[in-house]
């Protein structure tokens, strides 16, 4: 009887802990786009939303996009429905920006109602703002990471740095904070990410036991993977279906020739990763 009063005064002392700072109502808004990596988009939301059933609703989630139609992830691999347009959604107190492949990218940029809707936010200091992976370019071609810290996936470091060279790209780490913004590096990053924002919200107590019940031991730091080398193909149609460089689906239009063999990219961005030294990747037999 006794172990047992103990083991429920300790678990009131630790229910207490984890509802310590729920207060506060913390609006959460992820925004979705076709093309986006989906681990991009469902780790930071499942961060986010176990943080809510530990506090008892600490953390309000919800999914925004362009319009509310379905919203397909990369390779259409899943749907997933938005519970707001840009244009109606609530005030967010965090935006998070997942990342996608290059190409898409690119074509956000070029669209710039994604890059309105951050600009819009940016303005207002009580929103946190954060980028997962390639969501970095969309921060950074809106100027807010101009003479700012900032990183992305390691696989396209240099073309970032070269398109964005007031930017300060920081390697080796997970994610970067920088006050109102926060990015990450490569997918599973952006967990990483949202759980440091928990931790700044709920207390490390809270961001402990969700990072437990992921079974994920989170990091700030860490060296990032060396780039894939000598990657052999048999024959060149398993060349135009696969990414020279990222291992990726190909784009099948953008290509380039070496050494009397052709070689496509998902994107110009693994193209010129590419060419920068084409034996890095590839081995011809």
């Known amino acids: 009887m006794k172990n047992l009063i103990m083991i429920l005064l300790c678990c009131s002392s630790l229910i207490a802990v984890a ?12 925004v979705a786009y076709p093309g986006m990596e989906l681990i991009d988009y469902s780790g930071p939301t499942d961060v986010f939303g176990m ?15 362009e ?14 429905l938005p ?6 959604m609530p005030k967010p107190d965090i935006l998070v920006i997942p990342g996608g492949d290059i190409k898409n990218i ?11 809707l951050i600009k819009k936010y940016n303005a207002d200091s009580s929103v946190k703002i954060m980028s997962v992976c390639t969501g970095a370019y969309l921060l950074a071609a809106t100027g807010l990471l101009n003479n700012k810290r900032a990183t992305t996936h390691f696989f396209v470091t240099d073309d970032f740095a070269e398109r964005f060279p007031s930017v300060t790209l920081v390697k080796n780490v997970r994610y970067v904070d920088e006050g109102n913004i926060i990015t990450s590096s490569g997918v599973t990053s952006g967990i990483d990410a949202a759980l440091h924002v928990v931790k700044e919200n709920s207390g490390e107590y809270v961001a402990d036991i969700v990072a437990r019940a992921l079974q994920y031991t989170p990091h700030e730091k860490e060296a990032w993977p060396q780039p894939l080398k000598k990657m052999h193909y048999k024959d060149s149609s398993v ?38 030294n084409p034996d890095e990747y590839v081995s011809l037999k």
Do not use: W
Not at 19 to 30: F, L, N, S, W
Not at 83 to 88: G, L, M, Q
Not at 240 to 260: L, Q, R, S
């Open 51 to 65: 943080a809510s059933e530990i506090t008892e609703g600490q953390y309000s989630v919800y999914t925004v996009a």
């Open 106 to 116: 690119d074509s956000l940029i070029s669209d710039k109602r994604i890059l309105s």
């Open 239 to 276: 060349t135009k279906n696969v990414c020279a460089v990222c291992g990726m689906k190909a784009n099948g239009k953008i290509e380039t020739e070496y050494k009397g063999k052709t070689y496509y990219f998902c994107s110009d961005q693994c193209k010129n990763i590419f060419l920068r």
């Open 19 to 30: 509802q310590q700072k729920t207060d506060k109502k913390i609006k959460v808004a992820i």
């Open 67 to 80: 319009n509310p139609q379905p919203v397909k992830t990369v390779n259409t691999h899943t749907t997933i």
């Open 83 to 88: 519970d707001y347009s840009f244009y109606n």
